[in-house]
Protein backbone atom coordinates (compact mmCIF):
# COMPACT_ATOMS: atom_id res chain seq x y z
CA UNK A 1 0.00 0.00 0.00
CA UNK A 2 2.82 2.23 0.59
CA UNK A 3 4.22 2.34 -2.98
CA UNK A 4 0.54 2.41 -4.31
CA UNK A 5 0.43 5.81 -2.35
CA UNK A 6 3.96 7.03 -3.03
CA UNK A 7 2.57 6.47 -6.74
CA UNK A 8 -0.52 8.48 -5.80
CA UNK A 9 1.45 11.21 -4.43
CA UNK A 10 3.98 11.75 -7.24
CA UNK A 11 1.70 11.57 -9.81
CA UNK A 12 -0.18 14.48 -8.89
CA UNK A 13 2.82 16.42 -8.76
CA UNK A 14 3.91 14.76 -12.42
CA UNK A 15 0.66 15.93 -13.58
CA UNK A 16 1.10 18.96 -12.55
CA UNK A 17 4.49 19.35 -13.48
CA UNK A 18 3.65 18.34 -17.10
CA UNK A 19 0.32 19.71 -17.68
CA UNK A 20 -0.42 22.55 -15.17
CA UNK A 21 1.35 25.41 -17.29
CA UNK A 22 -1.53 24.91 -20.13
CA UNK A 23 -3.58 27.25 -17.74
CA UNK A 24 -0.80 30.49 -18.22
CA UNK A 25 0.09 29.97 -21.64
CA UNK A 26 1.18 33.54 -21.83
CA UNK A 27 3.74 33.05 -19.34
CA UNK A 28 7.67 32.75 -20.75
CA UNK A 29 8.34 29.23 -21.65
CA UNK A 30 11.74 29.29 -20.06
CA UNK A 31 9.88 30.28 -16.41
CA UNK A 32 7.09 27.51 -17.20
CA UNK A 33 10.28 25.01 -18.01
CA UNK A 34 12.14 26.20 -14.57
CA UNK A 35 9.02 25.79 -12.61
CA UNK A 36 7.96 22.44 -14.26
CA UNK A 37 11.56 21.60 -13.07
CA UNK A 38 10.63 22.45 -9.05
CA UNK A 39 7.78 20.60 -9.50
CA UNK A 40 9.08 17.42 -10.79
CA UNK A 41 11.67 17.53 -7.54
CA UNK A 42 8.73 16.77 -5.51
CA UNK A 43 7.51 14.37 -8.12
CA UNK A 44 10.90 12.32 -7.72
CA UNK A 45 11.05 12.39 -4.22
CA UNK A 46 8.21 9.82 -4.15
CA UNK A 47 8.70 8.05 -7.10
CA UNK A 48 12.29 6.60 -6.14
CA UNK A 49 11.20 5.59 -2.68
CA UNK A 50 8.02 4.31 -4.23
CA UNK A 51 9.64 2.34 -6.93
CA UNK A 52 12.76 1.42 -4.94
CA UNK A 53 10.54 0.46 -1.62
CA UNK A 54 7.68 -1.67 -3.86
CA UNK A 55 10.65 -3.37 -6.30
CA UNK A 56 10.53 -6.91 -4.89
CA UNK A 57 6.83 -7.28 -3.94
CA UNK A 58 5.89 -5.78 -7.39
CA UNK A 59 8.57 -6.51 -10.67
CA UNK A 60 9.47 -4.21 -12.85
CA UNK A 61 6.65 -4.33 -15.22
CA UNK A 62 4.38 -4.29 -12.37
CA UNK A 63 5.35 -1.51 -10.99
CA UNK A 64 5.25 0.72 -14.72
CA UNK A 65 1.81 -0.79 -14.99
CA UNK A 66 0.58 0.60 -11.57
CA UNK A 67 2.01 4.16 -12.31
CA UNK A 68 0.57 4.44 -15.73
CA UNK A 69 -2.78 3.53 -14.23
CA UNK A 70 -2.31 6.06 -11.43
CA UNK A 71 -1.48 8.55 -13.93
CA UNK A 72 -4.80 8.20 -15.92
CA UNK A 73 -6.75 8.09 -13.16
CA UNK A 74 -5.33 11.35 -11.73
CA UNK A 75 -4.91 13.01 -15.38
CA UNK A 76 -8.43 12.05 -15.60
CA UNK A 77 -9.53 14.25 -12.61
CA UNK A 78 -7.25 16.97 -13.69
CA UNK A 79 -8.17 17.57 -16.56
CA UNK A 80 -11.71 17.63 -15.62
CA UNK A 81 -11.20 20.01 -12.76
CA UNK A 82 -8.37 21.95 -13.04
CA UNK A 83 -8.21 21.77 -17.23
CA UNK A 84 -11.82 21.98 -17.46
CA UNK A 85 -12.03 20.06 -20.29
CA UNK A 86 -14.35 17.04 -20.38
CA UNK A 87 -13.31 13.54 -21.56
CA UNK A 88 -14.81 12.08 -24.28
CA UNK A 89 -15.90 8.09 -25.23
CA UNK A 90 -12.89 7.77 -26.91
CA UNK A 91 -10.65 8.38 -24.10
CA UNK A 92 -12.72 6.44 -22.02
CA UNK A 93 -12.70 3.31 -24.29
CA UNK A 94 -8.76 3.59 -24.51
CA UNK A 95 -8.42 3.94 -21.06
CA UNK A 96 -10.62 0.45 -20.73
CA UNK A 97 -7.59 -0.93 -23.33
CA UNK A 98 -4.85 0.34 -20.70
CA UNK A 99 -6.77 -1.34 -18.36
CA UNK A 100 -7.21 -4.90 -19.93
CA UNK A 101 -3.68 -4.93 -20.70
CA UNK A 102 -2.62 -4.24 -16.52
CA UNK A 103 -5.14 -6.80 -15.94
CA UNK A 104 -2.85 -9.26 -18.41
CA UNK A 105 0.50 -8.07 -16.80
CA UNK A 106 -0.80 -9.29 -13.63
CA UNK A 107 -2.18 -12.60 -14.64
CA UNK A 108 -0.08 -15.59 -13.61
Known amino acids: MRTIVLLLISNIFMTFAWYGHLKYKSAPL ?8 LIAFFEYCFQVPANRWGHGTFSAPQLKT ?11 VFSLFYLKEPLKWNHALGFVFIVLA ?3 IFKK
Open 102 to 104: AFF
Open 66 to 76: IQEIITLLVFC
Open 30 to 37: LTVIFLSW
